[in-house]
DNA sequence: CCAATGATTGCCT
DNA sequence: GGCAATCATTGGC
């Protein structure tokens, strides 16, 4: 796969009013980065929706604007990183547009090109299913960080492409989302999105892949 | 200024 | 299943 011949989604695709259908769609698109001439490639799995200022979920409930949090109440297309628990980053896809913070949490996805650079990065010796599963994991094994919070998502470095696979609907399954229990009723929402069955997706066991 | 805390993970029992 | 790690951000004083 070289990095030419994917497709990046439009900047139409981010600036949608739903963040639902946006974080639906998302499931089956690639996340591509490519830092310091490293290309790697995961295709997204398990993804996240935070509905903006009404949601007590997101970190712009209530209009809360704060540094942080600024790149969210701007256009959607770009990127949101942060760091969670002092330990783990956490990418974030912007939608909607401007002053009306929605993001994307992308949790899980599947290793596609660049599996080796993926292992040095996360220190693991071996490929299993936790390589690029749950969000903390899936940052470090693509090399996001901090420093990749606000990026343009029609950027070379980082961006999401369709190759043209598709998830149809009655593959994809709605949960409440995860880590969420300070959010009162807003907890309970079906706001997060997984491709049914796939091994990559967080809550199971991971084990050893076949090779 | 300073104490509290989290959109998690992995290791321990 | 329980809980420690670890720190930028946040909000209260």
Redesign the pocket.
């Known amino acids: 796969m070289k990095i030419e011949d994917l497709k990046k989604l439009t900047p139409s695709f981010y600036t949608q009013k739903n963040v639902l259908a946006v974080a639906k769609s998302l499931l089956g698109k690639l996340l591509v980065t490519q830092f310091n001439n490293q290309l790697t490639i995961s295709r997204i799995v398990e993804t996240?929706a935070?509905e903006g200022i009404t949601d007590k979920?997101?970190?712009?409930y209530n209009n809360?604007r704060?540094?942080?949090?600024e790149i969210?109440f701007g256009n959607g297309g770009f990127s949101?990183v942060?760091?969670?628990?002092?330990?783990?980053y956490?990418f974030?896809v912007v939608t909607h547009t401007i002053n009306h913070p929605h993001?994307?949490?992308i949790?899980a996805t599947e290793p596609i090109v660049g599996i080796e650079a993926m292992l040095e990065r996360?220190g693991k010796l071996t490929l299993d299913y936790?390589l690029t599963?749950?969000?903390?994991?899936?940052a470090?094994a693509m090399g996001i960080n901090?420093l990749h919070s606000g990026i343009n998502l029609q950027s070379n470095e980082l961006f999401i492409a369709d190759d043209g696979y598709k998830i149809f609907t009655n593959n994809i399954l709605a949960t409440k989302?995860?880590?969420?229990d300070?959010a009162g009723e807003d907890a309970l929402l079906p706001y997060r999105f997984i491709v049914k069955d796939n091994l990559y997706v967080?809550g199971k066991k991971?084990q050893n892949i076949a090779v």
């Open positions: 996240e935070y979920a997101s970190h712009a809360r704060t540094t942080r949090t969210m949101y942060y760091l969670c628990y002092g330990v783990h956490l974030n993001a994307v949490l949790r996360t936790s599963k749950g969000p903390g994991n899936v470090k901090k989302r995860i880590g969420v300070y967080s991971s």
